[in-house]
Structure formats: structure tokens, C-alpha cells
């Protein structure tokens, strides 16, 4: 959990350095029908690793949760850091233990200055977590099992517009080997054993190919599942910063983490359509929670029914009610930043430029759990 002032106000470098993963393209060297970026495959592989940790059932001692949301968190900080280094070169370099450290000191160097606001024992906990080699510790299988998983998922669509390519077969030889590494963690068997859930994981996946306000232009542009991802590292750094409880930092997380799914049978509806005619607003959700019972909530095992509904129907509409309202708030600074870059970037959008005044004028002297959004807002005038 990050220590330090709560009055601190979180800096505005450590939210943008997560935006840097919406312009990391993946499989850049193949034939591929759609971008794929580093964002959308960091949120896929953490919802992906919720599965896993929910199939894990054994000894599940506390701070299971807390901990596959940090190592989550240290690879994706990483990952930003090396994303020119193609993942078999990555690899190659893991297995030369005295470079591979290195490597990762000067990950730690270039990073720190923007991650110092999270504290120092969050730092702490990045650095070993990065230097760290143990790869017998169930939360490095079940992120790890996480990665691969979603990195066959992508080769699964890249193979099929590069067939013959020596690349691709290289790179299907080096999915098998890794598959190999987990042959022993029975949450991944019972996955790969698992229809339903492997049809849960793809619908998540559909939202990758989601674009968010997709009737405007923009640099960059986000995907729904990419956007997921950024409100639930929002949640998690606004309510390790608020102190809160290891329950309600993990509930945090993962209501931003799947907040918009219902998303996926209704597509990213602006706020002005819903508003555009009385009731609509209602008429949506409604529609939402009974397709969702129908099409998704089925899949998934009886037992995490409560959490799944729980994360994707959260009602957090009023930021003066504080159950939710740190989520409401990460999903409103998300919208802004993504604002806030498009007008950086050089794209004149009046669309845009309400937007940001909007949600500017709505925490203006607001302060939640001793988070000063206000103070936030103002890095970015």
C-alpha cells in the first residue's frame, strides 16, 4: 500500500506515463488486420489473470489480490520502459542473470522520478519485484500464465494473415515453449479445460477493437478494454494514496478493471445520446444488466457471480457518495486525460475542449478521502 501525505498531490507523470502504452504497437513487424497496443494487451492479461487467480483455490492467504494487482502493475512499468525490445530478445536477455539485473537497475533509474509520488515502499517493492527471479512464486505463474495466455491469443489472429512467415512460426514454437512453464499450475489446465471461461476472456477481448468516442478523431485513440485498464490503475493509485483498506484498494481495481463491460453488447453510448431523451439513461442500464445475465454472467462459475456484478454494475453517478466515488473519480480523470492528449497532440476538437471544462468544473475544490482532484486538475492547465 503507497504511504505517505494524503494531502500530496498525485503528479501528473505517473498518469500520463500510463497513457504511453495507447501508442505501443504490438506485432509491428506482422501483417495484422487491427492495431494492437500495449494498453489493451496489459488490460486483457489482468483480466485474464483475475481467472486464473479465481481458479486458484488453494491457500489463498491475504494479500493474494493486493499482490496480482502490483505485479501487474511493475510489468506493465516496465514494459513502458522496453517496449523497443522484441520479446525474444527480452527473453534472451532474462537468461543472462548479471545483464538482465542491469537491465532492470536502469529500468528503476529512468523510472523512479515518476513513480516516487506512489512512495518509497512502493518503490521498494518495484525494484525487487523486477530484480527478482523466483519463478516458483504463484503470483509470477499466474501473471506469467496470464501474458502467455493472452500473447496466443493475439498470434491466434496475427497467423492467420501471415501464414508462411519464418517469423511466425518462431514465434509459434516460442508460445509452445512457454505454455511448457505452467504445464504444472492447475488454474491455467482448468482454464484451457473451460469453455465458458475461454469464451469470458474472448468477450473481454471484443473491447479491444472497441474505439471510445469513436465518431471523433483521435491521437491517441483508446480502445474500451485499453480505457478499463487506465481506470483501474487510477483506482488502485488514488486508494493506496487515501490509505485505504487492502479490501477496498482490491474492490477499487477491479470495478475500474471491468466497469465498462457491459460495453461489449451495447458499444461506448456519449453521454449526450443518453441524455437526449428523459429516461433513456435508464432504459440502457436496464437493457444492459438483462443482456448481461443472459450473455455474459453465464459463463462464469456460480461462485464469483456476486463479484463479477458487483464490478460491472457499480453505481458511482454521485462523486459526493464515497462508496465508489474514487472509481467514478479515476473514470472521469481517465476521460480527461484522453482529452487532454488529443487536444496536446494537435487535433482542434470543440467536442473536446467542453469536455475538459466540463469535468474540470465538477471537481473544482473537490477533495475525496483526502485526494485533492482539484490540485490534480490544475498540473494540467
Given at each position: 500500500?503507497?504511504?505517505?501525505?494524503?494531502?500530496?498531490?498525485?503528479?501528473?507523470?505517473?498518469?500520463?506515463?500510463?497513457?504511453?502504452?495507447?501508442?505501443?504497437?504490438?506485432?509491428?513487424?506482422?501483417?495484422?488486420?487491427?492495431?494492437?497496443?500495449?494498453?489493451?494487451?496489459?488490460?486483457?492479461?489482468?483480466?485474464?489473470?483475475?481467472?486464473?487467480?479465481?481458479?486458484?483455490?488453494?491457500?489463498?492467504?491475504?494479500?493474494?489480490?493486493?499482490?496480482?494487482?502490483?505485479?501487474?502493475?511493475?510489468?506493465?512499468?516496465?514494459?513502458?520502459?522496453?517496449?523497443?525490445?522484441?520479446?525474444?530478445?527480452?527473453?534472451?536477455?532474462k537468461k543472462d542473470s548479471v545483464k538482465y539485473k542491469k537491465l532492470n537497475q536502469w529500468v528503476y533509474k529512468r523510472i523512479q522520478p515518476s513513480i516516487s509520488i506512489l512512495g518509497e515502499p512502493?518503490?521498494?517493492?518495484?525494484?525487487?519485484?523486477?530484480?527478482?527471479?523466483?519463478?516458483?512464486?504463484?503470483?509470477?505463474?499466474?501473471?506469467?500464465?496470464?501474458?502467455?495466455?493472452?500473447?496466443?491469443?493475439?498470434?491466434?489472429?496475427?497467423?492467420?494473415?501471415?501464414?508462411?512467415?519464418?517469423?511466425?512460426?518462431?514465434?509459434?514454437?516460442?508460445?509452445?515453449?512457454?505454455?511448457?512453464?505452467?504445464?504444472?499450475?492447475?488454474?491455467?489446465?482448468?482454464?484451457?479445460?473451460?469453455?465458458?471461461?475461454?469464451?469470458?476472456?474472448?468477450?473481454?477481448?471484443?473491447?479491444?477493437?472497441?474505439?471510445?468516442?469513436?465518431?471523433?478523431?483521435?491521437?491517441?485513440?483508446?480502445?474500451?478494454?485499453?480505457?478499463?485498464?487506465?481506470?483501474?490503475?487510477?483506482?488502485?493509485?488514488?486508494?493506496?494514496?487515501?490509505?485505504?483498506?487492502?479490501?477496498?484498494?482490491?474492490?477499487?481495481?477491479?470495478?475500474?478493471?471491468?466497469?465498462?463491460?457491459?460495453?461489449?453488447?451495447?458499444?461506448?453510448?456519449?453521454?449526450?445520446?443518453?441524455?437526449?431523451?428523459?429516461?433513456?439513461?435508464?432504459?440502457?442500464?436496464?437493457?444492459?444488466?438483462?443482456?448481461?445475465?443472459?450473455?455474459?454472467?453465464?459463463?462464469?462459475?456460480?461462485?464469483?457471480?456476486?463479484?463479477?456484478?458487483?464490478?460491472?454494475?457499480?453505481?458511482?453517478?454521485?462523486?459526493?457518495?464515497?462508496?465508489?466515488?474514487?472509481?467514478?473519480?479515476?473514470?472521469?480523470?481517465?476521460?480527461?486525460?484522453?482529452?487532454?492528449?488529443?487536444?496536446?497532440?494537435?487535433?482542434?476538437?470543440?467536442?473536446?475542449?467542453?469536455?475538459?471544462?466540463?469535468?474540470?468544473?465538477?471537481?473544482?475544490?473537490?477533495?475525496?478521502?483526502?485526494?485533492?482532484?482539484?490540485?490534480?486538475?490544475?498540473?494540467?492547465?
Amino acid at each position: 500500500m503507497i504511504q505517505g501525505s494524503a494531502q500530496q498531490v498525485i503528479n501528473k507523470e505517473i498518469l500520463l506515463m500510463i497513457y504511453d502504452a495507447s501508442h505501443m504497437i504490438r506485432w509491428n513487424d506482422q501483417v495484422r488486420s487491427v492495431e494492437m497496443t500495449e494498453l489493451d494487451k496489459q488490460a486483457h492479461k489482468m483480466i485474464t489473470a483475475f481467472v486464473l487467480g479465481k481458479l486458484y483455490k488453494s491457500n489463498i492467504k491475504k494479500g493474494f489480490w493486493l499482490s496480482i494487482i502490483e505485479a501487474g502493475f511493475f510489468e506493465f512499468l516496465q514494459r513502458i520502459v522496453l517496449t523497443d525490445l522484441k520479446p525474444q530478445l527480452f527473453h534472451e536477455i532474462k537468461k543472462d542473470s548479471v545483464k538482465y539485473k542491469k537491465l532492470n537497475q536502469w529500468v528503476y533509474k529512468r523510472i523512479q522520478p515518476s513513480i516516487s509520488i506512489l512512495g518509497e515502499p512502493f518503490c521498494i517493492r518495484f525494484r525487487e519485484y523486477i530484480n527478482d527471479d523466483n519463478t516458483e512464486s504463484i503470483v509470477r505463474k499466474i501473471i506469467g500464465a496470464s501474458h502467455f495466455y493472452v500473447t496466443k491469443w493475439e498470434y491466434e489472429i496475427i497467423s492467420r494473415f501471415n501464414p508462411n512467415l519464418d517469423s511466425v512460426n518462431e514465434i509459434k514454437k516460442s508460445i509452445e515453449d512457454e505454455q511448457e512453464k505452467y504445464k504444472d499450475l492447475k488454474a491455467l489446465e482448468a482454464l484451457l479445460k473451460d469453455e465458458r471461461l475461454k469464451r469470458f476472456i474472448d468477450i473481454c477481448g471484443q473491447l479491444r477493437f472497441q474505439i471510445r468516442w469513436s465518431h471523433l478523431y483521435r491521437i491517441p485513440r483508446t480502445s474500451v478494454l485499453g480505457h478499463m485498464l487506465v481506470v483501474a490503475l487510477f483506482s488502485y493509485v488514488f486508494s493506496s494514496h487515501a490509505k485505504a483498506s487492502e479490501e477496498m484498494i482490491t474492490n477499487n481495481y477491479f470495478t475500474g478493471l471491468f466497469h465498462d463491460l457491459p460495453e461489449v453488447l451495447t458499444r461506448d453510448i456519449i453521454n449526450p445520446v443518453k441524455r437526449s431523451v428523459e429516461g433513456l439513461d435508464k432504459l440502457i442500464k436496464g437493457y444492459e444488466k438483462k443482456e448481461m445475465d443472459k450473455k455474459i454472467y453465464n459463463l462464469i462459475p456460480v461462485d464469483w457471480y456476486d463479484d463479477i456484478k458487483r464490478y460491472t454494475e457499480n453505481e458511482f453517478d454521485d462523486i459526493d457518495n464515497r462508496s465508489g466515488s474514487l472509481v467514478k473519480a479515476a473514470d472521469d480523470l481517465a476521460a480527461f486525460i484522453e482529452a487532454y492528449l488529443c487536444l496536446r497532440n494537435g487535433i482542434k476538437n470543440n467536442d473536446m475542449v467542453i469536455a475538459k471544462k466540463k469535468i474540470i468544473d465538477k471537481y473544482k475544490g473537490k477533495e475525496i478521502l483526502g485526494i485533492d482532484l482539484d490540485g490534480i486538475y490544475s498540473q494540467f492547465k
